[in-house]
Nanobody, 125 residues
């Protein structure tokens, strides 16, 4: 079972930026789609972004398009989420996750089977 460890969260003012990192254990990191999800207090976990095995294909939730960028470094077994122009509504715990199967899959959380512990992002107005 892969282990995922997120870092980089914190408190930032609206309009600011943060870069989240997710370090993975194991030897098969490059064989799986990776994703970022978030969960705000009292809300369900929602999809944020995902990236294909090679990093050539990405997908974003509409509200973060143009502000967030997902990337990966397979040599370092790490996936990143660069978040710019942050808004108070981006406040949430952010989780990285590994795709359940080999292939692109879907953005549904059920298509991801390994999850990190999460990192808190708080955006003040």
């Amino acid at each position: 079972q892969v282990q995922l460890v997120e870092s980089g969260g914190g408190l930032v003012q609206a309009g600011g930026s943060l870069r989240l990192s997710c370090a993975a254990s194991g030897r098969t990191f490059s064989s799986y789609t990776m994703g970022w999800f978030r969960q705000a207090p009292g809300k369900e976990r929602e999809f944020v972004a995902r990236i294909s095995m090679s990093g050539s294909v990405t997908s974003y939730e509409d509200s973060v398009k143009g502000r967030f960028t997902i990337s990966r470094d397979n040599a370092k077994k790490t996936v990143y989420l660069q978040m710019n122009s942050l808004k108070p509504e981006d406040t949430a715990v952010y989780f990285c996750a590994r795709g359940r199967t080999l292939g692109w899959g879907t953005k549904a959380s059920a298509d991801f089977d390994s999850w990190g512990q999460g990192t808190q992002v708080t955006v003040s107005s």
